[in-house]
Structures are given as C-alpha cells and as structure tokens.
C-alpha cells in the first residue's frame, strides 16, 4: 500500500478541518479536505471542553471526508501561548531546547512544568556565540487534551505546530513588505507579523466572530442565532440600514482596536518595522465590508489570503467551493506544509 500523508488538523470552535497534501512534481497538491461542524462550548479557544463531542466529531470527519492517512499535525491555536524573541547561547539545536526549561523559568506566564517549551531560530550573531530566536511556550495541558481526544478517535499526533506558524506557511505573500496575517476565529484571532517569511510577531488575541455576535445581540436585543445572521447578511454594509452597521462597527471595535496595537507595537523596540499589508484569513475575514473597513481604519492595504495559491488542486467533484477552502483551510493547508 502507498505510504499516507500526514493530515494537517486545525481543532476550532466552530468547525475542525483537516487537509491531506501529497508532494507532486510542481509541489504539494491538495488531496483531500474536510470539515465538520462543532457544538458550541465543545471546544473553546483551542481548549477541548467536551471530549466526547470532539471524539465523534473527529470519527465523521475521517470517514465522511475519506481521509486515508491516520498520522497528523495538530494544530494549536491558544491564547495562552507566549512567543517571544530571545537570544541564546549557540549550542546545537537538540541541546538548546534541552536546557530551555531552565533559560526562560523566569519570563514564563505558566510554571515550566504546564509549558511546552520550543525554540525557533531565526539567526546566529556574528560573533556565532548566541542564536538569536522564538520562544514558544504552549499550555501543555490543553495540548494534551487535544493528543488524547485524538488518539480517542483512532488516530495519532506526529507532530504538533503553532497554528500561527502554519497560516505563516500557507497564507504569506513573500515581497519584501512587513505583512501581517490575521486569523480571525470565533473565540481566538491569531497575529504573524512576518518580514520576507522571517517571523516579528506572533500572537493570539483571546476575541474573534463570536464576541461579536454576542455584542449584536446585546444591543438590538436579538437571539445569538439571529444576531448571527445579521453579521452575516449586513456586516459593516450600509446597505443593511445604516443603523445595523453602525452597531456591528461598534462591536468590531475592540477587535479592530487591539489588532492595530499588535502593530503599534512594532513601531517601538530594537528592530522596529511597519506592517505594510494585512492578509485576512479565517471564518470572521468574511465579514462584509471588513476589508475597508480596516483598510480605512489601519491605513494599511487589506487582502484576503489566499492559502490555495500555495497548493496546486486536484479535481474533486465532492470537494467544497474554493471560496470556501480559501476562507477556511489556511492553518490546516500550513499545518501539511510544514510536515513535507
Ligand atoms: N460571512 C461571515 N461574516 C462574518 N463572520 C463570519 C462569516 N462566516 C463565519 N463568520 C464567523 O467566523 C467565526 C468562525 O471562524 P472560524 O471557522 O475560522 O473559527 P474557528 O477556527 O472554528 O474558531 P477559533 O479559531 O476561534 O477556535 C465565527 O465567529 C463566525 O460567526
Ligand atoms: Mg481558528
């Protein structure tokens, strides 16, 4: 039997997602991509609240998107994962994550033992003395609550990824200019401020679509689902009256508002750089009229990104519409990328 491909798996709030990528002649070819939806509360910002929930989900989604392989890359997308840049000493690699636990106790948010600590280099001083990096530093807890509700399914973690690194590799325009990619999820929005696919920044804002929904609702005294809808339909659109606009921009504001301080905050420090464009992915990119808005807002230029100019596609007559992948496929497509 043909060796199978690791399965890129981005668990969400909303939805899980899995991508199957095979290396072809030109580069990866998108194989296989399914969805399932998810009950709310099931899973939160990355944390899995409902195992059971998760474990059947993650069964119907192998079988009903005939996914072959059982290897994946799992995907974290969690607020309280810290990365942050650090220099330290030039050892070999295997060496240096060895002994992290003991270089970074002290800027830790979670004690050592809750994190999963991980360097990423970026590059050697010139003297060669230091290595200058990413600290990532996930809560192994909510990972380990991921890897077992998978291995619940029948399935295995090879491999576990910052979602942020996967839409690093699936959704950046390399040209020279700061860009930054946004992921705006349901509970969780995730910030790469990248350099020519070099890393600045990397972080998850705990807000998303769904707290924007909840503050429609509050305001016009609608139900969630209703709410929801409104969101959906209208938007940022004047043409959905001007009065519903104006209650979605409110409700966008704090989301907005802390997106631009992420960059604010380039703009200061050692190697201060300007964010150029933003390339919008996830479900709460579809927001009508969110692009200008931001474009206006952030007097940045504003795309959606577009994560299926990084596989070629096979045809598939079951598979979803590439509006669809493009909105929704970007961290599992990345997560693949990263395994090739
Ligand atoms: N057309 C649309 N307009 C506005 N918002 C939308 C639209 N379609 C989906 N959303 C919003 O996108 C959000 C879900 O996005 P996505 O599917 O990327 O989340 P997720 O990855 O499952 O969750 P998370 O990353 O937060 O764990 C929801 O808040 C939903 O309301
Ligand atoms: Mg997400």
Redesign the pocket.
């Known amino acids: 039997m043909a060796a199978t491909n690791l399965i890129g798996l981005?668990i969400?709030?909303?939805?899980i997602r899995a991508v199957e990528t095979a290396r072809g002649k030109e580069g990866p070819v998108l194989a296989n991509f399914g969805e399932v939806p998810l009950p709310e509360g099931a899973?939160?910002?990355?944390v899995i609240h409902d195992e059971k929930v998760v474990v059947a989900a993650l069964r119907h989604l192998w079988s009903s998107a005939k996914l072959r392989g059982r290897d994946v890359v799992l995907g974290v997308?969690n607020p309280q994962t810290v990365v942050r840049e650090l220099s330290l000493p030039n050892l070999p690699l295997r060496e240096l994550r060895k002994s992290l636990p003991f270089q970074v106790r002290e800027m830790l948010p979670l004690p050592v033992d809750k994190s999963l600590l991980d360097f990423f280099p970026l590059e050697a001083s010139e003297d060669g003395k230091t290595l200058r990096g990413l600290l990532i530093a996930a809560p192994k807890e909510a990972v380990l609550t991921a890897v077992h509700a998978i291995e619940q399914a029948g399935l295995h973690v090879a491999r576990v990824d910052l979602a942020s690194f996967a839409l690093l590799r699936a959704a950046s325009y390399l040209d020279e200019k700061v860009e930054a990619i946004v992921?705006?999820?349901?509970?969780?929005t995730s910030v790469v401020v990248h350099h020519d696919g070099s890393p600045l920044i990397v972080r998850t804002l705990p807000r998303?679509?769904?707290e924007?929904?909840e503050r429609i609702a509050a305001r016009v005294g609608a139900t969630v689902p209703e709410a929801?809808s409104i969101?959906?339909r209208v938007?940022l659109l004047d043409d959905g009256g001007p009065d519903t606009a104006a209650v979605v921009r409110e409700a966008i504001r704090p989301l907005i508002s802390e997106i631009g301080s992420s960059f604010t905050y380039l703009t200061t420090g050692d190697r201060q750089a300007r964010v150029a464009r933003v390339a919008l992915s996830?479900?709460?990119a579809?927001?009508?009229g969110l692009v200008d808005a931001l474009r206006q807002q952030l007097d940045i230029d504003v795309v959606i990104a577009d994560p299926m100019a990084r596989v070629k596609e096979r045809r598939q007559s079951k598979r979803p519409g590439y509006d669809r992948l493009r909105a929704?496929a970007a961290?599992s497509i990345g997560l693949t990328l990263g395994a090739a």
């Open positions: 981005d969400g709030s909303m939805s899973v939160q910002a990355g997308t992921d705006i999820g349901a509970h969780a998303g679509g769904a924007i929904t929801e969101k959906c938007g996830g479900g709460g579809q927001l009508p929704a961290v």
